[in-house]
């Protein structure tokens, strides 16, 4: 077997947690190599400020608990920034952004975080569980919002939750008009079924939707007020239609969205993005507004190794850049590292799919 030192390099020197082997246990050779191997990452939401690419990253830890459909093994507690100069640079790793202890109303698991920069301020969107106890005596998940001067931190939180705002998955999009929308939730441990109009139920259903022939649940988005850190709005349905113009259907896991959401804009179109979840597809939808409806277009990455896909994409340097992570320095869901890959269009502005693992 072959083994490589992938990304010391790049990890400016820190100790690597692990050896990153070429090729994944079925044989297929990873199509990129991790971008850090000192600390774990995942879900990174990558953004060009003054110049530089930053990437906002959960930072996975090492947990006895096992594998379970709410995602208890995800039990990360803080917040480290990642920066490099350009797309192949080394990447610095910062200190701690934010721990939960710095968050007045955040209990446990700081999932999948974005960021954004306004007027001299940075603005560091997380999701994680509240200091309420549901029937699985867990908090729910809430959005909040930190802030600092830096793009590394540290980010000082509000003392509560975004009202408004629930679920996890926060992904901030500003548009050509300078207005920015947050876009958020996820299903299954990320209790996006048990928020019916805007309510929470402590005691609904963990995974089962019982929504196959029904329209599937959607992401959800919102205006953000100017001080980014409340809503304008009700957030709204981000409605994924069909190649019919029908809603995609709760039965058609390969198609309807689960969590990861993340917008862009290319030649006018609107592209919302986002995970499949139980089927591993990194998907994506256009539109011609913010708030949709989106239709769906395909797959912009197969499956990668590890349960969880979660992603961003931007475009620096001429060209545009898929962040991603996958489980090859550990072989373990919850302990995950990011990478990135370069992205590609058809002529009409698809998507050409992206295989994370090659034969
Ligand atoms: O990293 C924890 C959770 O797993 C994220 O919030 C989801 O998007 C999934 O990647």
């Known amino acids: 077997m072959a083994y490589r030192y992938v990304a010391a390099v790049l990890a400016c020197g820190t100790a690597s947690l692990a050896l990153a082997q070429d090729r994944a246990p079925d044989g297929r050779r990873y199509l990129s190599q991790p971008l850090v191997t000192s600390i774990y990452t995942a879900d990174p939401s990558a953004h060009v400020f003054n110049g530089k690419i930053y990437i906002y990253p959960s930072h996975d830890v090492p947990t006895e608990t096992p594998d ?17 100069d350009k797309i192949g640079a080394p990447v610095t790793v910062g200190p701690v952004a934010l721990d939960v ?3 007045p109303w955040a209990s446990q698991q700081m999932w999948a975080p ?3 920069y306004k007027n001299g301020t940075y603005y560091l969107y997380f ?17 909040g919002v930190a802030t600092s001067k830096s793009p590394m931190g540290p980010f000082k939180a509000e003392p509560k939750p975004i009202a ?11 548009d050509s008009d300078g207005k920015s929308y947050l876009y958020f939730g996820g299903i299954w441990g990320g209790q996006l079924q048990r928020w019916k109009n805007g309510t929470f139920d402590p005691n609904g259903s963990d995974t089962d939707l019982g929504q196959d022939t029904k329209p599937a649940l959607t992401g959800k988005v919102a205006r953000l007020n100017p001080d980014m ?4 709005e009700t957030p709204h349905d981000a409605v994924i239609l069909d190649e019919a113009g029908k809603p995609v259907l709760g039965g058609d896991h390969d198609k309807r969205f689960f969590e990861a959401s993340w917008m862009f804009k290319r030649g006018g179109h609107y592209y919302y993005t986002y995970s499949t979840g139980d089927t591993h597809f990194l998907n994506y939808a256009t539109g011609t507004s913010p708030y949709g409806p989106f239709t769906y277009r395909g797959h912009i990455m197969n499956p990668v190794q590890g349960w969880t896909t979660h992603h961003s994409i931007i475009e620096t340097g001429g ?3 898929l962040f991603y992570a996958d489980t090859q320095l550990s072989g373990k869901n919850h302990l995950r590292n990011v990478k990135l890959t370069e992205l590609t269009f058809n002529a009409d502005g698809t998507i050409k799919t992206i295989d994370p693992l090659v034969k």
């Open 68 to 84: 379970d459909d709410l995602g208890n093994q995800y039990a990360m507690h803080d917040y480290r920034v990642l920066k490099m």
């Open 101 to 103: 202890r710095q968050v």
């Open 114 to 116: 974005d960021a954004a």
């Open 127 to 143: 999701p994680a569980r509240d200091k309420t106890k549901d029937k699985n005596g867990l908090g729910k998940f809430m959005v």
């Open 164 to 174: 408004g705002a629930f679920s996890m998955d926060p992904a901030v999009f500003t």
């Open 229 to 232: 850190k409340s809503l304008a």
């Open 319 to 321: 060209k545009w850049w």
